[in-house]
């Protein structure tokens, strides 16, 4: 069983940053994928971004691009969303997930935290 914990949300300003963090224990966590979604309220949960387990990133929304970033340290077992230049529309409950089996899609999800973006 693999637990994934997000942390690092709250209440910024636009045009500040914030670095998330998601902790996933239990596994192997240097052999998964990990994404992060969000979903604001209202809204559909979106992907944001995700990173392979030697470091590639993919699949950034478009409004993320140029402003986040995903970094992973294996060693600790942790994967970071780096978030710049925040906008109002980036507030969300941000969500992180793992890929644990190869071919197989998201089947461990975060609690969730929340960002938001005050203008």
């Known amino acids: 069983q693999v637990h994934v914990v997000e942390s690092g949300g709250g209440l910024v300003q636009a045009g500040d940053s914030l670095r998330l963090s998601c902790a996933a224990s239990g596994g192997t966590f240097s052999t998964y994928t990990m994404g992060w979604f969000r979903q604001a309220p209202g809204k559909k949960r979106e992907f944001v971004g995700s990173i392979s387990p030697s470091g590639g990133t993919t699949g950034f929304l478009d409004s993320a691009k140029g402003r986040f970033t995903i970094s992973r340290d294996n060693a600790k077992n942790t994967v970071y969303l780096q978030m710049n230049s925040l906008k109002p529309e980036d507030t969300a409950v941000y969500y992180c997930?793992?890929?644990?089996?190869?071919?197989?899609?998201?089947?461990?999800w975060g609690q969730g935290t929340q960002v938001t973006v005050s203008s």
């Open positions: 997930a793992a890929i644990t089996r190869v071919g197989g899609g998201y089947d461990y």
